[in-house]
């Protein structure tokens, strides 16, 4: 699954990357969430463009928001048949820009936070799906989801599921809807080719959601890991935010710029 993201990357490297005509400047994040803002890159009218969309994607048809899980992650294996997501997949695909992501592996009765980014270097596109939902008095949310496919090679030992990343090359025939069909895009919906990806223990500070610095992907020596340090104190209220991980706290608001 995704559930943390980083943006390291120039914005002109991005732009140049995406090939999207709008200038915007927004500084580096390093520990990017769910519900906050995130860019993407659509096509409207024809030409690429940069949007910011709520990270949390809410079908059209949701009457109450608050009476619906947030849907961060769309699976690759189902987005054709789930009503969440079949329409999206149909006429509303995007391009997430990253530079690597987070991942927490269990070991023993503690997660283990790592830093994932492609071999090569970023940026990379994440695939995604998007909707405008509209509430009861007229307000409208754009919001998406990151797809994911199941884990393969070295990957599936971190975890089950990783974020599906858009080759280049098919950043066009997955951004046109109204040239490509969902199954012929459906069908660029897989995991990356093993050694595709490199990775490394960080610390668990980007647990939480309010620390967004460099440090936080920097690797660890291993006597700073979970199974070398003690068992922390339970939390009268521990809650997890973005799909599950260890030890979050705050609202994960916040603004990309």
């Not at 463009?49 to 709520?54: A, E, K, Q, T």
């Not at 620390?211 to 291993?222: H, R």
């Not at 070398?228 to 706290?249: F, I, L, M, T, Y």
Request: with cysteine; proline share 9%.
């Amino acid at each position: 699954m995704c559930g943390r993201f980083v943006i390291t990357s120039a914005p002109a490297a991005i732009r140049e990357a995406f090939g999207y005509a709008d200038q915007p400047n927004f500084p580096a994040r390093y520990n990017i969430a769910p519900t906050q803002p995130v860019p993407v890159v659509l096509i409207d009218n024809g030409d690429r463009r940069f949007r910011l969309m709520r990270w949390g994607l809410l079908p059209s048809w949701v009457k109450d928001p608050r009476q619906f899980s947030l849907l961060i992650n769309a699976r690759s294996e189902t987005v054709l048949e789930k009503p969440a997501f079949r329409n999206a997949i149909k006429r509303r695909r995007c391009l997430v820009p990253s530079d690597g992501y987070y991942e927490w592996r269990a070991i023993g009765t503690r997660k283990q936070p790592y830093f994932i980014q492609p071999r090569g270097g970023g940026p990379i596109g994440f695939a995604g799906l998007w909707e405008t939902w509209v509430g009861p008095n007229g307000e409208e949310l754009d919001t998406i989801a990151i797809v994911t496919a199941a884990a393969t090679g070295e990957l599936a030992e971190l975890h089950d599921r990783v974020p599906v990343t858009i080759a280049p090359q098919d950043y066009a025939r997955w951004l046109d809807c109204a040239g490509v069909d969902a199954d012929t895009a459906a069908a660029l919906l897989r995991p990356p080719v093993d050694g595709a990806f490199v990775w490394h223990p960080v610390s668990t500070a980007v647990n939480r959601v309010a620390n967004d610095n460099p440090q936080l992907i920097l690797p660890i020596a291993e006597d700073e890991m979970v199974d070398a340090q003690p068992a922390p104190q339970k939390r009268a209220k521990a809650r997890a935010v973005g799909g599950g991980k260890p030890e979050a706290d705050d609202n994960g608001q916040g603004s990309l710029f």
